[in-house]
């Protein structure tokens, strides 16, 4: 029952098909349960809040690639931008403006992806697919933030249909931008999405990155 985090590790990369990326979802986890996860091989881990990054990544192995996964506010990114390998929750343009010019200010290049909203709750997070089709030339112009891909959920339902119905339209939009402003950008190639609850199906219905925190580290500790 109690499986460690190295052990959920070994047995969902034996599960996961090659291709697709495994981010450890590693919010509100100590990082003993990071090391142990670690000690599996997994090196790719996402948090949700920039302060938790910024006290987490120091104690840490440097060869970890951080992803930032929460909402970001623009008063955090200049704690973000130095550590993330990839900003996966870009979700306004304000953002995006905000993150693209301290990465440039700071001489650096981070990843981004664009997260796209089509599940069922109302939220104010994330473009819709027509939003993100408005952007994407300005996104694929910048240099600071290099776009290589997007990000989202599905509804919180057990109607199946409609977990592949949101992944189905998160995927389209990842092939309208694909052939649209960033067909001359090979980097644009992440489609990040599937979390414990649904990941076989985003999988099924071409994922090539899934985000899984509970199935690894357990129940979270609301430290
Ligand atoms: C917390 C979180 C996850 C992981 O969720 P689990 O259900 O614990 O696997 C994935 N993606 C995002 C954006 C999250 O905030």
Redesign the pocket.
Known sequence: MNASPAQRIEELSRRLTGGVTL?A?S?FHPVEAILSAYSAGQRVF?E?RAQELAAKAPALPPDIQWHF??HLQTNKVKTVVPIAHTI??IDSLRLLRAVDAEAARTARTVNVLLQVHVAAEETKFGFTPDELLAIAPEAAAMTGARVTGI?G?ASNTDNTARIEADFDAIRACFDALSSGAFASRPEFSVISMG???D?HIAVAHGSNMV???????GE?QYF
Not at 211 to 217: E, T, V, Y
């Open positions: 981010v979802v919010k996402g949700s996964i929460g996966q929750s990000m959920m979390m414990s609850g990941w985000r899984i925190g509970s199935d690894i580290f979270r």
